[in-house]
Every structure is written in structure tokens, then in C-alpha cells.
């Protein structure tokens, strides 16, 4: 398990780096006689260790690399894809070191900083990652991990058309790397290319290794899918009237809506779920409904149980909120397991992003708004003030949240849909938040089933952006299954505990609440 300290290390660190990515003066080593001699022999080795890590045999890979290294203390491209396996690996402190190393000892080396910007986006600094980046592909114009990582970054922040420009890029320098394959269909997808999308995924499964059965499995259901939605002429179309209001109410501090999916069809109950990318539908009310599914596509992964549920695809034709509708909509159907609740699905952020929304938990109303201007009166009411959101490659919102007692501010899941905040376990962990552990344990109820006793904390203070709350309760859960597709690090999810003593305004184009 990682050291949430080491992460802190890796944000602490960016005035290093920044001096190193500007004007490192150092210069090169020189090659040692010891690799003169044996040079022939050496690129053979790294040549095979890359070989070996793209057929995902790691283990074999890193122990070639670190044999090179151990007889050429100096050998630069050993250490650099010895960084590169380590930072796949989520190994992101070795990675940094190795590459933090090369990249003052040689500033003309793209490759170094490709790896070294990389970390930086995985641990969520972004403007410091986009002057690492932007430094490789200065030096490289073909650095492929440099144009990926834009790439991704770009995703992160929501300007999509880029994303997608400089995911190709990626692609087009190194096609025979299948995290930028994958990369490339997850940024198509949101863009709504989904032919283009399924492209992607295909090659991903040419040329990724064959021992991740799991994951292959959830990339060919999901190119069926995609197969399906690129002959739709368009995704989460608008109708109807251009604002819709809708009585809210709070159920277990999650907002709940009531919707309908055809225009005279019953009011289904829907839960506002800000972290979820897309919309979820119940095996129960699907099958009153006759909802069918479109094809299945292995398993996700998810918070509660055994971390893993099934996925399956379906399709809704309309929804309707109020007299506001969204055609075309894509669903999962999944069970429910909290049996207590009345809730038929989950608003995913796909189906309203479209939308200004806006969440009054103090007055209990849901408000969608269609708009083609930025310049909102919500915007200059007394007292507003506006947050950078991020999407997460998992579809998540994101943002900074400040810890008492925890420097710097960290990425937390902003999510409506969850009852309780949450901290991961590596947090949990520190010295800073062990003495704030609370006799009282919980009961988790998540997509993947129910976990008991799970431990939780009182937080003296969190703040995300002037808002602020003390004594919240917050409970500790593994988020390494999220962590590993999120694509930069979360350390929490903010859920509604705290979300639900503010009025909160979503828009989700610009990537920011107000």
C-alpha cells in the first residue's frame, strides 16, 4: 500500500523541479568504459525489458533493467524505462527519483521530463505537470508519453477537442503502447466519437498484454456498446423547455429527484449522483419497465462487497425532467443493494452535463438550465464564489479540499451520491488524522455490495473552497480500485454530510461550482 507522505513529498518538491524544467545548468555524465564496453549488450537487455513490460511481464522486465543498472551505474536509458515500469506500476516516488535525477544531470532529455510530468498529473498537480510536459515536447516534438500525458491533462480539465488532438498524437508516435490506445477511446468516448472510441479499444486489444483477463473482458463488452451507440446520430440530445425546476428531497443526505422516461410514464426516484460519469438503473425497476440490455461487458470494479459487479448496458430513448427531456441515453443496469430505500437509479453526470444544475439542499429544489453563455447571474450573486472542478478518466468530479492539520490541499471526489464523506486509508494512517478515530463503526452500502464495521473519524475541519465545516464525520475505505482509474490520485470523497448545508451550482462544461 502506498505512503499517502510520499504523495505530499511529490507535490512538495514542484520548486525543484520547476528550476530543473527551466535552466538546469548541471551538465551530462559521460559514459563510463564499462558501458563503451559493453554497449551492444546493454541496448539488447533494455530493448528486451521494454519487450517484456508491454507483454505485461513487469516482474521480468525490472529485474533485467535493475541488473543493467547495477553494472552501469550511469546508464541513462536503463533507469528511464526503469521509471517508466515503476510509474505504471503506480510506483510514482521511484519514478520521480530516477527521473528527477536524469532530467538535472541532462536537460536536453524529453524522455525524463515526459516521465517526470507524468508524475506530477498522477499526484494531481497540474500546473506544474503542463511546464514538464510542455518542456519534453519542446525538446521532442515525437515524445509520445509527453503528448499522452497532455493528452490526459487536457481530458482532466475538460477541454475535450484537444484532449482528443493530442491523444492522437500519442498514438501516432508510439502505436505500439496499449495505455495510449486505451487512453486514446476513453477521450473519444467523451467526446462522443464513439466509432473512433471502439477503433481504439480494438487496437488496445491487439496489442495489450493477454494475462489481464479482467480488464480485456471489460474493453470487448464495451466496444459492443460502442458499436451500438455509433449508429445513433447523437448522445443526450435536449428538448422540451430550456429550464426545468424539480422538488428535491434528502434521503440519507443524497438528493432525490423524481424523473420520467417516457412522457406519460410514471415518476421513477432518482438520486443526484455527481460521482458517477453515467446514468444507473436498477435490475428491479428495469425489468417493470422492460428496459433490455444491450450487451454485458465483464466486471467493475466499485466501493463495497467483494469490490466487483457486474456490468451491464442498456438504453433509454427519452428521459424527462419535467418538461425538459434528453433523448438518446445511455444507462447501466445493476442491482441495488440497500432494499430499505425507494430508489429506482442514479443521475449520472453524462445525462445532465448539458445543463446548468443547480442543487439547493436548503430549499430542497432541483434546477436544470440551458444556456449558451457563460455570464450567469448566479455567478455575481453576494456571497458566490466559483471552484475548479476536474473529470477524472472514471468520469468522476474532483477538487481541491484542505484538511486541518494536512498540507497541501488534496483531490477529493465531490460526489452527492454518497451519504458520508470518506478518506482513504492511507490517510487515515498519517500521525495528522490517527488521533481523530472514532469509537463508532459503520455500515457501507456501495455498488459492489455491503461492507461492515468500517472504521470512521471525526474531522476537526474541512474546507473546500470558503466553505467550511468542523466535526464532520468521515469514514476510512481502500480507494486503490478508484485510484486505479481515476488517473490521478484522490484521497477522499466529499459526500453529502458536508455537501448539504450549501446551494450548490454545477457547470459542468467550464469544469467549476459555484
Known sequence: ?????????????????????????????????????????????????????RKGKTEEATRILKGVIARN?????????????????????????????????????????AILGTVYLSAGNFSEARQ????????????????????????????????????????NHDPDEPDFAFALGQVAARAEEYKEAARAY???????????????????????????????????????????????KLVNDRPVVQLRISSDGEPLNFVLDTGSGMTVISH????????????????????????????????????????????NVPVYIREFHNKGEDVDGYIGLSLISKYITTIDYGNGMFTL???????????????AMTLPLRLTSSGFLSGEVKLDGIEPSLNFIVDTGASVSVISKDLAGTQELSPYLSDETMRVIGAAGVTENVPSFLLPGVTFGK?????????ALDLDMI??????????????????NYRLTFDFRGSKVT
Open 1 to 53: 500500500m502506498r505512503n499517502v507522505n510520499e504523495l505530499f513529498r511529490v507535490q512538495r518538491l514542484f520548486v525543484l523541479v520547476c528550476l530543473a524544467a527551466i535552466a538546469f545548468s548541471i551538465p551530462t555524465f559521460a559514459a563510463d568504459d564499462v558501458q563503451k564496453v559493453d554497449l551492444t549488450d546493454v541496448e539488447k537487455q533494455i530493448k528486451e525489458a521494454k519487450k517484456l513490460s
Open 73 to 113: 551505474p550511469q546508464n541513462t536509458p536503463a533507469k528511464l524505462e526503469l521509471a517508466y515500469i515503476l510509474l505504471k506500476s503506480r510506483q510514482v516516488i521511484a519514478a520521480f527519483n530516477y527521473s528527477y535525477d536524469i532530467a538535472k544531470a541532462e536537460p536536453d532529455n524529453s524522455f525524463a521530463f
Open 132 to 171: 514538464l510536459l510542455v518542456t519534453s515536447i519542446r525538446l521532442d516534438k515525437r515524445q509520445a508519453l509527453a503528448w499522452a500525458g497532455m493528452g490526459l491533462l487536457e481530458f482532466y480539465e475538460n477541454r475535450i477537442n484537444q484532449s482528443i488532438l493530442n491523444m492522437r498524437q500519442a498514438v
Open 202 to 248: 480494438k487496437r488496445f486489444l491487439r496489442i495489450s498484454p493477454k494475462n489481464d483477463d479482467e480488464r480485456r473482458e471489460r474493453i470487448k463488452g464495451l466496444i459492443k456498446f460502442l458499436d451500438f451507440l455509433g449508429n445513433r446520430s447523437s448522445l443526450y440530445d435536449l428538448g422540451g423547455d430550456d429550464e426545468a425546476s424539480l422538488k428535491m
Open 284 to 327: 428491479e425497476t428495469a425489468k417493470r419497465l422492460k428496459i433490455k440490455e444491450i450487451t454485458k461487458g465483464g466486471w467493475a470494479r466499485a466501493l463495497g462487497g467483494d469490490g466487483k459487479f457486474q456490468i451491464i448496458y442498456g438504453f433509454l430513448n427519452k428521459v424527462y425532467f419535467g418538461d425538459a427531456k434528453v433523448r
Open 369 to 383: 438550465e440551458k444556456k449558451d453563455t457563460d455570464d450567469r447571474a448566479y455567478m455575481n450573486e453576494e456571497g
Open 467 to 475: 466553505f467550511s465545516r468542523t466535526s464532520l464525520k468521515a469514514i
Open 483 to 500: 485510484n486505479e482509474t481515476s488517473g490521478f490520485e484522490q484521497a477522499g470523497i466529499l459526500g453529502g454530510n458536508f455537501l448539504k
